[in-house]
């Protein structure tokens, strides 16, 4: 096993490092009070490339894979962005240029991707439900087939950025879940342009993360093309499949980014910081909740490498609804979701721990928001219930790991 990066990764997470010196924390802290997209920031990432970072290279991106993208989440979070720079690349990137780049058509590769990877066009998906939660199979969202045309009428919840984006991702049912002769048979994934008069949606007030609307969101009508299918129909599972577990490798690197920060401003502190005759850092009370929590981190990170390997070379996309490639999909898609759900869990609790015990270091100082503690004990939380619960990730490991009888049914 080769754990150096290549010349490329060190490149992206120098870039990385160099653009978060222009967005400090105090940026991130004035975007959040004022509730303000941070258009700068955007703009910035987007010059460096990092928006097209898995778009081919033909269609203007950088040609790499999640490797490259969870080296760039972790080190724009770790040095002062917070959740900031995990949270536009997973819409756009995760949401929109993954899907279109692995199971496009080359019409919806030429129309989405260059755009993208110009930062041109911002992305979203819709695919929670009020009545659905996590279990997806539920969804109510239905497209009905009408001539060449797709009517899809719906609604959904916790949809994040469609205020400002061009293009969602839309996951509907095509065959109602009681006339599936399988429970994942039926979904379809939905290419649709925004903004449309049959999608509204209203934002919803919530506790972090400010500077990015997440909404509640009605579909009344909405007609698509034929061509609007991403994929297959009824066979949306799969694809989903193929974007929920690098979304929560993103969870993962996102995490492991907020620890970081929160450790290092906590130890920053820490050394000039005197109550008594010494600096608190000194105190092994808080050396040794940190360093535990450091060197979880560092080994979460691990694992979410490992998972970013195996999905850039497990597999390949064309193979997914290839019925003769099923057994070999279905083992390749259980590794990656091995690894993928381990992270998640490791990276998001030892994070968790991070800013608790950094808060604890700065006492009072760190409820106030000058010090930028309390934000990132907001925004760390919210990884503990989103892209999926921490509970639901150790149901999967109990269950498709240990081989445990499972816990809950659909």
Not at 196 to 222: M, Q, R, Y
Request: charged share 25%; aromatic share 12%; with cysteine.
């Amino acid at each position: 096993m080769d754990f150096n990066l290549t010349d490329e990764q060190k490149m992206i997470a120098e870039a990385a490092k160099d653009i978060a010196k222009d967005f400090p924390p105090e940026y991130w802290r004035e975007k959040e009070e004022k509730g303000e997209f941070a258009e700068e920031f955007w703009k910035a990432i987007s010059k460096a490339g990092f928006v097209g970072i898995v778009i081919p290279e033909e269609y203007g991106g950088a040609g790499y894979g999640m490797q490259e993208m969870v080296i760039a989440m972790e080190e724009l979070c770790a040095n002062g962005c917070g959740a900031g720079g995990l949270w536009y690349l997973v819409l756009t990137e995760i949401f929109g240029a993954l899907p279109i780049a692995r199971y496009g058509s080359e019409e919806q590769k030429e129309k989405y991707l260059p755009r993208i990877a110009k930062g041109e066009m911002e992305f979203c998906m819709a695919l929670t439900e009020p009545n659905a939660g996590t279990n997806t199979f539920r969804i109510q969202t239905f497209a009905r087939k009408e001539g060449d045309e797709y009517v899809i009428n719906g609604s959904k919840i916790f949809i994040s950025g469609i205020d400002r984006a061009k293009g969602m991702l839309l996951v509907a049912r095509t065959t109602p879940l009681d006339q599936a002769p399988k429970k994942s048979f039926g979904i379809t994934l939905f290419l649709v342009d925004l903004p449309n008069k049959a999608v509204k949606w209203n934002p919803i007030p919530k506790h972090g993360i400010n500077f990015s609307k997440t909404c509640e969101v009605s579909i009344t009508d909405l007609r698509v093309p034929e061509d609007a299918v991403l994929g297959q129909k009824d066979l949306g599972w799969y694809l989903l499949l193929d974007v929920l577990n690098p979304e929560r490798m993103s969870a993962a690197a996102g995490a492991i980014g907020i620890g970081r920060v929160a450790i290092k401003k906590a130890v920053e502190y820490s050394k000039q910081r005197k109550v008594f005759a010494d600096p608190i850092g000194s105190y092994q009370g808080l050396q040794f909740p940190l360093a535990e929590a450091y060197a979880a981190l560092e080994c979460a990170r691990m694992m979410t490498y490992k998972a970013a390997w195996l999905y850039d070379t497990k597999f390949k996309s064309k193979d997914v609804l290839d019925p003769a490639k099923r057994v070999e999909m279905a083992a390749a898609f259980k590794e990656i979701g091995d690894a993928a759900n381990m992270a998640k869990v490791v990276a998001v609790e030892n994070a968790i721990k991070a800013v608790y015990w950094a808060m604890q270091t700065f006492g009072g100082y760190g409820y106030a928001k000058e010090y930028d503690v309390e934000r990132w004990w907001r925004e760390v939380n919210l990884l503990r219930l989103a892209p999926i619960t921490q509970q639901m990730a150790l149901n999967y490991i109990a269950e498709h790991i240990l081989g445990m009888p499972k816990s809950y049914r659909t």
